[in-house]
């Protein structure tokens, strides 16, 4: 954040550009076998010329590759207030302990016998997420928060087959990630979506019209994506019982619950949790990542295998016995470094540390709302759970909320989730893990652009001001990347 809004970066060379002729980074030992001669490759094997690598010093390199990496934003050294998705900064003990020989150069084909103390660490993360969840039992091995939405639903669907049940039709609010409706399609039903009332809550009376003896589920995410807790949970959860239908809850909020309240008791079936949101394991990049799911008792059957279990002569290994089980739905056990990660994370906090993430969590959201609330609208009232929304309205500009989180980028911050899930706005989640001072920089950021904005306007519609690039083509820079130097 040191870096002064409307100062241009210094834009550096590419390494091709770097250097000059003779200058080498590597020293290879010589040769002990005779060289090859060009002529005895055949013909079509032969290129014609050197290839054009760049001759550059090791030093140059070093000092290029640096340059690069602090062009990067990431949580270690950016503020990243992304909204509904947790980026909270993650911490390096985790990092030690999944980085112990004892659990980085596992094989999953290892013995049990050899592999005890991994096998006890992921019976004890097990009966740990159960006990937050508030639920029976939880299995491990889903690979991500969605791939843990379709392993939920496949028990919910397999517990309605044991009920000679067919049942077609997933209800989600208008508020629901869209993983939601995703994961119902992937698991071959319909999804439909139940309205919500202007403060955020879901509509009951829309509900109970649409639940009914077809109704698989529904699938609902609390604290929501308007950042509100729906405190009708229990009703919701009744509703739906009376139908024979399960409560699937989507665990991408827990963070704003964590040690406050747990899910099953107020009457959830099914969720999944998401470790890299929740218990701080590494996000983004596709993976590697974890969704494990935790499921009510008389779901308890319908479990993946095989599930790592604690034998009765004190031992750990694996139980694939379960008739009813919906199968694998990993190879081997699941992300176990992952796992290993967030298992350090619940044990390093402790169930005081972990009711103090959502404290913190809530407290430093409605600080933002409240220090926003005069120079942004906030559509929806407080008080807010971990992540809230703006709406920037300036009358006599056409600056959107896009202008506003390119700005961001100027003055060091990452720029938050927009336009969902309302149209024209600003998601903001500060997480837990940053400070006042951080918040305070946030504001700051925030009242200088709004003054921008009044002041003027195109400053803000035409940032980035400091970045190696202004405004791209969007559309074109992810569908036709161009990252790679091609030369003249």
Known sequence: MSRVPGTRQVDHPLLFELGGS?????????????AAKPSDLPTELRAEAPPALPEVGELAVVRHYKRLAHR??????????????TMKYNPRINERVAAMSGFAHLHPCQEDADVQGT???LYRLRCDLAEIAGLAEVTLQPAAGAHGEMTGLMIINAYHRSRGEHRQKVLAPDTAHGTNPASCAVCGRDACTVRSKPNGRVDLDDLRAQVDENTVAMMITNPNTCGVFDEQIADIAKILHAKGAQLYF????????????RPGDFGVDVMHFNTHKTFSTPHG????????????????????VPQVVKKSDGTFGWDADRPASIGKVRSFYGQIGVLVRAYTYIRSLGHDGLKDVAERAVLAANYLAARLKNRYKLPFPPPYAHEFILVPEFPGSDVTEHDIAKRLIDHGIHPPTMSWPIHHCLMIEPTETESLSTLDQFVTAMLDIADEIERDSETVRSAPHTMPVRRLDEVTASRKPNVRWKGE
């Open 119 to 121: 096998l006890e660490l």
């Open 250 to 261: 989507d665990g991408a909020n827990m963070n704003a619950v964590l040690g406050m309240t």
């Open 72 to 85: 990067n934003f990431s949580v270690d050294a950016n503020f990243y207030p992304l909204g509904s998705c």
């Open 22 to 34: 003779g200058l080498n980074s590597a020293w290879l030992p010589a040769s002990d076998v005779p």
């Open 285 to 304: 990049g596709g993976g590697p990542g974890a969704g494990p799911v935790a499921v009510a008792e008389h779901l308890r059957p319908f479990l993946p």
